[in-house]
């Protein structure tokens, strides 16, 4: 079956540090991709999404690359910012899920002044 | 911006009673979900509808119903509200069709607890 999985959290760093968030999934034919950020006290929101291979997705200066050949759809930024503290989601929609997303277990992260 | 809605925010009450978590959305989507959010942040699908009189269960088992009377309104209820029922409920939309690159927009959340 289709599933995501998410590198473990607590993820703590200092303000400026470079961001990693690692993200492999499993799924049948050619999913879109999509990372979700959640603030504390607050809904999902939509960070940024990838629909083929090799695309890449971008917003607020994180960015990710859908890479079919690793299975991957990792989340990087170049300098996190305090602002950036929030709970980090992977998610896939595939073809035969009829539209409904599969979400990875979540990656907290805290930035540190 | 994203037109979901969720009442109440947070909600405190007491075994056995019964209970109606409101989501409403402005959007005009045909898709709706509501998802159970775990102290550990994991999401779990309960129930989805694809519109109007269509509902169906998710990923994991809830003592929970929904109906979808509305377009726009699709409301979660508990017959008797029980500590195990104790969590974050989150209701997302999306447009219609078989795109599977359509987002899904999430209200705020609410925070239940049963004591």
């Known amino acids: 079956g289709n599933s995501v999985t998410q590198m473990e959290g607590p993820v703590t760093l200092s303000e400026e540090a470079f961001l990693t968030i690692n993200c492999t999934y499993t799924a049948t034919g050619y999913p879109s991709l999509f990372w979700y950020v959640q603030y504390p006290g607050e809904g999902l929101q939509l960070l940024l999404k990838a629909t083929k291979a090799d695309d890449k997705g971008s917003n607020k200066g994180f960015e990710a690359t859908y890479r079919k050949e690793t299975t991957s759809f990792h989340l990087e930024k170049g300098s996190v910012q305090v602002s950036d503290s929030a709970v980090y989601f992977c998610a896939l929609s595939a073809s035969n899920q009829g539209g409904k997303l599969i979400f990875g277990q979540g990656t907290e992260l805290s930035v540190k002044p | 911006e994203a037109d979901i809605y969720q009442t109440p925010r947070y909600l405190v009450i007491g075994t056995g009673k019964k209970i109606t978590l409101e989501c409403s959305q402005t959007m005009g989507h045909d898709k709706m979900y509501w998802y159970q959010q775990d102290p550990g942040m994991e999401l779990h699908l309960i129930h989805y509808?694809?519109?109007?009189?269509?509902?169906e269960k998710g990923d994991l088992s809830s003592e929970s119903t929904v109906s979808r009377i509305r377009t726009e309104h699709f409301p979660l209820t508990l017959e008797s509200a029980r500590p195990s029922h104790t969590s974050q409920y989150l209701c997302?939309?999306?447009?219609?069709?078989?795109?599977?690159?359509?987002?899904?927009?999430f209200g705020p959340g609410t925070r239940l607890t049963v004591l």
């Open positions: 997302a939309s999306s447009e219609s069709g078989t795109a599977i690159y359509n987002e899904q927009f």
């Open positions: 509808s694809y519109g109007v009189n269509s509902t």
